[in-house]
T-cell receptor
Framework: GDSVTQMEGPVTLSEEAFLTINCTYT??????LFWYVQYPGEGLQLLLK?????DKGSNKGFEATYRKETTSFHLEKGSVQVSDSAVYFC???FGSGNTGKLIFGQGTTLQVKP | EPEVTQTPSHQVTQMGQEVILRCVPI?????FYWYRQILGQKVEFLVS????????KSEIFDDQFSVERPDGSNFTLKIRSTKLEDSAMYFC??????????FGPGTRLTVL
């Protein structure tokens, strides 16, 4: 079935370090891909999305490119801040013809130290 | 900015009791969802709801679960007879179409 796999956490970085969180997916078809972020004590917030191959989603300095050939959607940020500490979830969904349910990866905890 | 709200933020109940978790989706949204996250595990899809009926449900969503949109604004999840393994964070989400979903802050359900 359709699934999403993320790198194990926690990821611990110093402020201003470069961030990569790996995400790969298995899907029958061409899903939309998402990154959601969950700050401590809060719900899931959409960070960015991409709806087709080679699309790049970006927001708040974070980027991810939809790579069909490697079935990946890795999250990157050039210079992390302490305020980026959170849990990051990669997810996929199929829109047209389906209900749009999201299938999530297991989440990756990011800790940024000053 | 409009947001999805959920009440209560934390619900403690005894095993075998019924609970109702409430959500107010964003007002012009048409698709509604419930997800749950058991501590330390993935966020899992439970059910989607569109046009006043369930459009898809997961194998987790058995006969103990039901959803309702009783008054055009609230969207509720009922668990008829709670089990210990129902303890989790429950998230409501809504969307305009079958694309970007907006999540509420969640209800933490603790079954004793």
């Amino acid at each position: 079935g359709d699934s999403v796999t993320q790198m194990e956490g926690p990821v611990t970085l110093s402020e201003e370090a470069f961030l990569t969180i790996n995400c790969t997916y298995t899907a029958t078809g061409y899903p939309s891909l998402f990154w959601y972020v969950q700050y401590p004590g809060e719900g899931l917030q959409l960070l960015l999305k991409a709806t087709k191959a080679d699309d790049k989603g970006s927001n708040k300095g974070f980027e991810a490119t939809y790579r069909k050939e490697t079935t990946s959607f890795h999250l990157e940020k050039g210079s992390v801040q302490v305020s980026d500490s959170a849990v990051y979830f990669c997810a996929l969904s199929f829109g047209s013809g389906n209900t749009g349910k999201l299938i999530f990866g297991q989440g990756t905890t990011l800790q940024v130290k000053p | 900015e409009p947001e999805v709200t959920q009440t209560p933020s934390h619900q403690v109940t005894q095993m075998g009791q019924e609970v109702i978790l409430r959500c107010v989706p964003i007002s012009n949204h048409l698709y509604f969802y419930w997800y749950r996250q058991i501590l330390g595990q993935k966020v899992e899809f439970l059910v989607s709801f569109y046009n006043n009926e369930i459009s898809e449900k997961s194998e987790i969503f058995d006969d103990q679960f039901s959803v309702e949109r009783p008054d055009g604004s609230n969207f509720t999840l009922k668990i008829r007879s709670t089990k210990l393994e129902d303890s989790a964070m429950y998230f409501c989400a809504s969307s305009v179409g079958r694309d970007t979903q907006y999540f509420g802050p969640g209800t933490r359900l603790t079954v004793l």
